[in-house]
């Protein structure tokens, strides 16, 4: 199983600061970076989590997550048209898709992925989505869909949110804003961790 508290960051610094406070599974979702700058994070990123047994999950970039020996790499549905899955898996890394229709899942499934991400839950500030959100209901319903791995929740989380999807049966709930934005970062992933884990 995969950890409830899943936190999705802009750059390696947050990684530092998240998984030394207990963060287990934390994603580094880069844009617009040199290769040697994205290399140099993952890498810090990777020794970071490896320090404190917990999982990095990189976003996107599968080729430098296979050259620095990581463990997890996670695509979106564009990621996985140009993605050499094959290479993915020969390396050993385990793979996270993201959805958000049926037929988005159904090509998802056809990587066999070692979790399924669905979202947005909630509307999202973060990006423009061209999906309504999801909704609590359609967690029970993807559950059912996706055997048994683990399902990841995002988009528009809050604790409270976050809370109510484990209960609707999720295994995780990905958040961006709720940390990255908030006046003290570090108290409220402690806050995150303690209730979500007590859920789960």
Same mark, same amino acid.
């Given at each position: 199983?995969?950890?409830?508290?899943?936190?999705?960051?802009?750059?390696?610094?947050? @990684? +530092?600061?998240?998984?030394?406070?207990?963060?287990?599974?934390?994603? %580094?979702?880069? !844009?617009? =970076?040199?290769?040697?700058?994205?290399?140099?994070?993952?890498?810090e990123a990777r020794?970071? $989590?490896?320090?404190?047994?917990?999982? %990095?999950? @990189?976003?996107?970039?599968?080729?430098?997550?296979?050259?620095? =020996? $990581?463990?997890? @790499?996670?695509?979106?549905?564009?990621?996985?048209v140009d993605a050499?899955?094959? +290479?993915?898996?020969?390396?050993?890394? !385990?793979?996270?898709?993201?959805?958000?229709?049926?037929?988005?899942?159904?090509?998802?499934?056809?990587?066999?992925?070692?979790?399924?991400?669905?979202?947005?839950?909630?509307?999202?500030? %973060?990006?423009?989505m061209p999906f309504?959100?999801?909704?609590?209901?359609?967690?029970?319903?993807? =559950? !059912?869909?996706?055997?048994?791995?683990?399902? @990841?929740?995002?988009?528009?989380?809050?604790?409270?949110? +976050?809370?109510?999807?484990?209960?609707?049966?999720?295994?995780?709930?990905?958040?961006?804003?709720?940390?990255?934005?908030? &006046?003290? &970062?570090? =108290?409220?992933?402690?806050?995150?961790?303690? +209730?979500?884990?007590?859920?789960?």
């Open positions: 199983m995969i950890d409830p508290f899943y936190p999705v960051v802009p750059d390696s610094t947050w @990684v +530092a600061r998240l998984v030394p406070a207990g963060a287990k599974f934390v994603q %580094l979702r880069i !844009k617009d =970076k040199s290769d040697a700058e994205l290399q140099r994070q993952v890498r020794d970071v $989590c490896a320090k404190h047994g917990a999982d %990095l999950i @990189v976003n996107d970039y599968w080729q430098i997550a296979i050259d620095e =020996k $990581c463990t997890w @790499v996670h695509l979106g549905q564009e990621d996985l050499d899955v094959k +290479a993915i898996k020969r390396a050993g890394l !385990k793979l996270g898709v993201s959805t958000h229709d049926h037929a988005e899942l159904e090509k998802g499934l056809g990587v066999d992925p070692d979790y399924v991400a669905l979202g947005p839950i909630w509307p999202t500030a %973060l990006k423009k309504e959100p999801q909704g609590l209901e359609r967690i029970g319903e993807w =559950k !059912k869909l996706i055997g048994g791995r683990p399902l @990841v929740a995002i988009g528009g989380l809050t604790l409270d949110r +976050a809370l109510q999807c484990l209960k609707a049966g999720a295994d995780s709930a990905a958040v961006v804003g709720d940390i990255v934005n908030n &006046p003290d &970062p570090i =108290k409220q992933a402690t806050a995150w961790i303690a +209730a979500t884990r007590v859920h789960a």
